[in-house]
């Protein structure tokens, strides 16, 4: 079942996208920051499937000393995040990107959770700026969500909002989806012979065979001669390289590096 934790700052327009989505007015919007008191489910039926969509009370921009609200809603979007198979960052494109919308998508990251970054009232843009640019913007403020796609969307119009729970649909799918083990070694024999890291010292870093260990986030582990030869920019990459090879396209993957003498199928070797 898709499950969705509608995320953002105070005001962006997150439970007017929730009344989009469900066709009704389920949770109460309004042009206060600071309308939504606490998480909440909202469930319905879409295309004869239910799907719970987790309305969030909007982070607050951090305070000198933080009071026990900030706290608490911080703590309930993670938790919401927690809860989802996909989470759908809300922005204010008519705004910056802020510091605490930054925090959102770290948290977003750090628990390996599909995400598409939604850019909400486009309709203030008024046609002046262009989707690319704008997504130019966001990519250079939420670099750790360079996986996730962007989705510019008017939810006080209802506009794009069909097509961005399609999307999140999909993702939630081929996130939860498993590849083969031939599939899998043959990519890794592709990116192994276009993006060996460079040597260290006298020892050449080898990598053998590669096996998915879990789905939704998809996790791999790769077994390599030794972890160390490979420093933390070369296992970006190769998180890239899985996506690009894998049908992993805009989602989160682990992967975790594992030492072996040799390869027992004999692969990997001189
Ligand atoms: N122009 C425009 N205004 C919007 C859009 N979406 C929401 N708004 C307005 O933005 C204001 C905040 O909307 P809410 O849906 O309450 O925002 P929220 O993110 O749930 O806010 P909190 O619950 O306080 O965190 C309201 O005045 C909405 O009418 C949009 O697509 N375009
Ligand atoms: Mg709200």
């Not at 008191?37 to 719970?52: H, I, L, P, S, Y």
């Not at 996730?148 to 993702?171: C, H, M, N, W, Y």
Request: aromatic content about 8%; overall charge positive; some cysteine.
């Amino acid at each position: 079942m898709l499950k969705l934790a509608v995320v953002g700052r105070q005001n962006v327009g997150k439970s007017t996208f929730v009344n989009a989505l469900a066709e009704e007015e389920r949770v109460i919007v309004s042009e206060i920051p600071g309308t939504t008191r606490d998480a909440v489910d909202v469930r319905f039926e879409k295309d004869g499937r239910t799907c719970v969509v987790i309305d969030t009370a909007g982070v607050k921009k951090r305070g000198r000393v933080q009071d026990s609200i900030e706290f608490y809603s911080q703590s309930r979007t993670a938790q919401a995040i927690r809860r989802s198979n996909v989470s759908l960052l809300i922005l204010d494109a008519s705004a910056e990107i802020t510091k605490v919308d930054k925090q959102i998508g770290d948290e977003v990251v750090s628990q390996a959770k599909p995400c598409i970054i939604v850019a909400n009232k486009w309709d203030l843009s008024g046609g002046q700026v262009p989707p690319s640019a704008y997504e130019k913007y966001a990519r250079d403020r939420l670099r750790g969500l360079s996986y996730a796609p962007i989705s510019f969307i008017t939810a006080k119009e209802g506009r794009k909002v069909q097509a961005t729970i399609d999307l999140a649909q999909g993702l939630h799918k081929r996130a939860s989806q498993r590849v083969g083990t031939g599939e899998l070694n043959r990519a890794l024999e592709t990116i192994r012979d276009r993006h060996l890291p460079a040597m260290r010292g006298t020892k050449a870093p080898k990598i053998y065979y590669a096996t998915q260990v879990a789905s939704a986030p998809p996790t791999f582990v790769i077994f390599v001669n030794d972890p160390l030869l490979f420093p933390p920019d070369y296992r970006r990459s190769l998180e890239n390289r899985f996506r690009e090879y894998l049908p992993f396209e805009e989602l989160p993957v682990r992967i975790f590096l594992r030492r072996r003498q040799s390869s027992p199928r004999g692969e990997g070797e001189e």
